[in-house]
């Protein structure tokens, strides 16, 4: 009796252990997976009210981000959908899983890399202030100390403008902080050195200016994929598709038709 018990004592260990093994083996599958909202589609989180990177012509959403979102959702043999957002819900959209990622030319902050993953860069910024074309007391990064600058909330530009000392004046996308600058609310802003041209080109201002902020004051900013920390597999996928892309020149090509030049690139 006792030799019996024994015997099926191992037996039901063995079994214990194999279902152990079993589970972990599929931890550890699902885990490589990508999580998505939807099975089979990319829900991207992004302004759609920041040009050139992504705004609506016609009605419809287009730009640099929204068209390099299209391009990562065909190399990973998804559909793509678009949430359109406002900035200060952006990101943490992302940790209640409103969308799978945040493209919306996101910098990769030490702070954000606590909480978030994010993909290889797929743009180097560089930043500059903005002001009114006859300004004459801002004429470096140093000079905005005791100065109302607008950027917008929780961005690494307003930790900048904290850092050299300036008074951050929320905006709630570019155009609004290029008003703020207009009305004498804000002395300055500070932004993308690209995002700034494309203004300018677009817009035809000529009652504005820029002065590039150097690389050893703010250095140059790499942009990438947001997504959320425990989503590795996605990171993976995203990746993957990115390497293609630059590969292949798509990147170059979306980055010259947008910006008319590589910000691709280191």
Same mark, same amino acid.
Request: charge should be positive; charged fraction near 25%.
């Given at each position: 009796m006792k030799k019996w018990m024994k015997r099926l004592s191992v037996v039901a260990a063995s079994l214990v252990a194999m279902v152990a093994l079993a589970a972990c083996g599929k931890s550890?599958?699902?885990? @490589?997976?990508?999580?998505?909202?939807?099975?089979?589609?990319?829900?991207?989180?992004?302004?759609?009210?920041?040009?050139?990177?992504?705004? $609506?012509?016609?009605? %419809?959403?287009?730009?640099?981000?929204?068209?390099?979102? $299209?391009?990562?959702? %065909?190399?990973?043999?998804?559909?793509?959908?678009?949430?359109?957002? %406002?900035w200060d819900s952006l990101i943490a959209g992302v940790g209640s899983k409103k969308?799978?990622?945040?493209?919306?030319?996101?910098?990769?902050?030490?702070? $954000?890399?606590?909480?978030?993953?994010?993909?290889?860069?797929?743009?180097?910024?560089? @930043?500059?202030?903005?002001?009114? @074309?006859?300004?004459?007391?801002?004429k470096s990064i140093d000079d905005i100390k005791g100065k109302k600058i607008a950027a917008a909330t929780g961005t690494a530009n307003a930790q900048n403008v904290k850092k050299f000392g300036g008074e951050t004046v929320s905006s709630t996308d570019f155009s609004t902080a290029m008003e703020l600058v207009r009305q004498g609310r804000a002395e300055a802003a500070l932004n993308s050195k690209e995002a700034f041209l494309y203004y300018q080109k677009s817009t035809g201002a000529t009652d504005l200016k820029y002065q590039e902020v150097p690389s050893s004051k703010i250095p140059v900013q790499k942009i990438g994929v947001l997504m959320a920390k425990n989503n590795k597999g996605l990171q993976t996928k995203v990746n993957k598709a990115l390497a293609e892309l630059r590969k292949d020149g798509t990147l170059k090509k979306l980055s010259e038709k947008y910006f008319h030049g590589n910000i691709t690139d280191k």
């Open positions: 550890s599958s699902s885990s @490589s997976e990508p999580q998505l909202v939807t099975k089979g589609t990319l829900t991207v989180g992004l302004e759609g009210t920041y040009a050139p990177y992504s705004y $609506r012509e016609n009605g %419809k959403l287009t730009g640099f981000e929204v068209d390099l979102a $299209r391009d990562l959702a %065909k190399k990973m043999g998804y559909k793509v959908k678009f949430v359109p957002t %406002k969308f799978d990622v945040a493209i919306n030319d996101i910098a990769m902050t030490p702070e $954000r890399q606590k909480s978030y993953l994010f993909s290889t860069p797929y743009i180097y910024s560089k @930043s500059a202030l903005i002001m009114k @074309s006859d300004n004459t007391t801002i």
